[in-house]
């Protein structure tokens, strides 16, 4: 059973949305930090946001802070990533990923991934 499936990417205009899904299996949902990462061609694995499944606590990179929101809901064990006024910039492969952490944005402390799904920001 893959643990996390990633869902919602495609081809936006700038200044576009998209909302991405990440469906965990219940153990994995229940227990852990629930995080976003993404990974443009040729650079490395970047943090993007994470929220805790439990408190809802939240935590976003700066880049966009003001325009992408993280959000869980527990009866269906998803976690969904709101993605608002994106620019080219935003064009990445993303991966949503778990870790029993309690705050962390190190790629390395997460032990599940998804399979990834591409955003692709372009007029």
């Known amino acids: 059973q893959v643990p996390l499936v990633e869902s919602g990417g495609g081809l936006v205009r700038p200044g576009g949305s998209l909302r991405l899904s990440c469906v965990a299996s219940?153990?994995?949902?229940?227990?852990?930090?629930m995080g976003w990462f993404r990974q443009a061609p040729g650079k490395e694995r970047e943090f993007v946001a994470f929220?805790?499944?439990?408190?809802?606590?939240?935590h976003y990179v700066d880049s966009v802070r003001r325009r992408y929101i993280i959000s869980s809901d527990k009866s269906k064990n998803t976690v969904y990533l709101q993605m608002n006024s994106l620019i080219p910039e935003d064009t990445a492969t993303y991966f949503c990923?778990?870790?029993?952490?309690?705050?962390?944005?190190?790629?390395?402390?997460?032990?599940?991934w998804g399979q990834g799904t591409q955003v692709i920001v372009s007029s």
């Open positions: 990923a778990a870790t029993r952490s309690s705050w962390s944005t190190n790629r390395n402390d997460y032990n599940y």
């Open positions: 219940g153990r994995i949902f229940s227990s852990s930090m």
């Open positions: 929220i805790s499944c439990s408190s809802g606590v939240s």
